[in-house]
């Protein structure tokens, strides 16, 4: 099942087996900052084993919760492309194993196979359709169809033959509850309604959605 942003999923043989001889791998307990927002970016990341949680934090310390990624995603591309600051905080969602590329390295890689832009443009616009989706969520009135379509965000790329299988999303009812904006209360009022209905199943830490065809099928409901 293909990770929701690989850039080596897009990518031939060699430039894959280039970026894989110059990563190092890194371990992180859960709980632990990966790297903090507007930071300067010296690293390009990718999940080999784990969670990571990317969310912005407001000086209130209210958080707003972009997204947990999952193993293959690739994170802290952009900065290391433009230079900037990062743009968000990093954190071990659970006991996470990451492959480091240093910025240097791959700016390196990148200069010797020109098929690694164009993988970056396959997964920045994969980015730049999840980013479109949050927007439209945001200016859903109704709580239960913003709600089935983040679950639906979370499994946009199981294919279509797999629909029958189960997804673990490492989220907890309050993790979606942040990413809405919406209380955990209301959150947890849908997310019991969809588990009556054989949707998916709440457990610790973990949505499990049961069926994904179910919850394609849930969201013409709402």
């Given amino acids: 099942m293909a990770a929701s942003f690989d850039l080596l999923e897009w990518l031939p043989a060699a430039p894959r087996a280039a970026l894989e001889a110059v990563g190092r791998r890194r371990r992180f307990a859960a709980g632990r900052v990966i790297y903090c927002q507007d930071e300067l970016g010296v690293d390009v990341y990718r999940i080999a084993a784990g969670a990571v949680r990317l969310s912005v934090i407001r000086s209130s310390g209210r958080e707003f919760l972009f997204g947990i990624l999952e193993a293959g995603d690739v994170f802290g591309e952009g900065t290391v492309i433009d230079q900037a600051r990062r743009p968000n905080t990093a954190i071990a969602h ?4 990451l492959d480091l590329y240093s910025a240097a390295d791959f700016t390196r890689v990148r200069a010797e196979y020109r098929e690694i832009d164009t993988a970056l443009v396959q997964m920045l616009a994969r980015r730049m359709r999840t980013l479109a989706l949050n927007c439209a969520m945001a200016n859903v009135d109704d709580l239960a169809h913003r709600v089935v379509l983040q679950l639906l965000a979370a499994t946009a790329h199981v294919p279509v033959d797999d629909a029958h299988l189960m997804k673990i999303l490492p989220m907890t009812q309050s993790d979606l509850a942040l990413m809405l904006g919406a209380t955990r209360q209301s959150v947890n009022r849908v997310l019991h309604d969809l588990q009556e209905k054989g949707v998916l199943t709440l ?7 049961r069926d994904i065809f179910k919850l394609r099928e849930s969201f013409t409901q709402h």
């Fill in 203 to 209: 457990s610790y830490r973990q949505i499990v959605v």
């Fill in 94 to 97: 659970t006991d996470v194993e």
